[in-house]
């Protein structure tokens, strides 16, 4: 079975911009969360939904948006990028909405914002 | 606030060595989360495991083991007889029972097992 995957694995993106990101959860998976991991820290909570539903936001401007599609994949989107959004963005899925259950995390994707 | 803290920023050991990785958190909850998971250089986090703060039995898998003391607020990890493919980013994470609590990551321990 596949796991969670996402696109672009990398991208260069300029100061003021904008970026899409992608995420495609386990089959059967409704959850999708995703994590921001700046360099050596450890991943930050940006969203999740769930059925389709933002269930949390995490402690992130209003340049940061995300959504959910039918089939339970998910987007993130960042406008107006800054040098400090450069990180790992994590996609997590989960069978349960509640982030105290086990998560199953994709590859990542890095932005670079030069 | 809750807060997770791995104190130990890298460690190097060399192979078959064990070796412990160090994980306090902060909670005012009775009902309470812990988890470890593993980075490796690929990228994707990969979950070790999951306790609940009613359950403090030690717990082994296969070379890895995991001491939970709720006395002193630490769920530690040991790896024993270290391999070069246990080298990882490792990171404890806490999260809350209620049903809007998120999921708090430690800083994570860089582990490098020297053959």
């Known amino acids: 079975d596949a796991g969670v995957t996402q696109s672009p694995t990398h991208l260069i993106k300029t100061r003021g911009q904008q970026v899409t990101l992608r995420c495609s959860p386990i089959s059967g998976h409704k959850s999708v969360s995703w994590y921001q991991q700046v360099l050596g820290q450890g991943p930050q909570f940006i969203f999740q939904?769930?059925?389709?539903?933002?269930?949390g936001r995490g402690n992130f401007p209003d340049r940061f948006s995300a959504r959910q599609f039918p089939n339970y994949s998910s987007e993130l989107n960042v406008n107006a990028l800054l040098l400090g959004d450069s990180a790992l963005y994590l996609c997590a899925s989960s069978l349960a909405w509640r982030q105290n259950y086990e998560q199953y995390f994709g590859p990542g994707t890095r932005l670079t914002v030069t | 606030a809750q807060k997770v803290t791995q104190a130990q920023t890298e460690i190097s050991v060399v192979e078959k060595e064990d070796v412990t990785l160090d994980c306090v958190y902060e909670t005012r909850d009775t009902t309470y989360y812990l988890f470890w998971y593993k980075q490796p250089p690929s990228g994707e986090l990969v979950f070790l495991i999951r306790r609940n703060s009613f359950d403090e039995q030690n717990e082994i898998s296969g070379r890895y083991s995991w001491n939970f003391q709720k006395s002193t607020s630490s769920f530690n990890f040991t790896i024993t007889a270290s391999q070069v493919v246990d080298s990882a980013v490792y990171f404890c994470a806490l999260s809350g029972a209620n049903r809007d609590d998120k999921i708090i990551f430690g800083k994570g321990t860089r582990l490098h097992i020297l053959p």
């Open positions: 939904y769930y059925e389709k539903e933002e269930r």
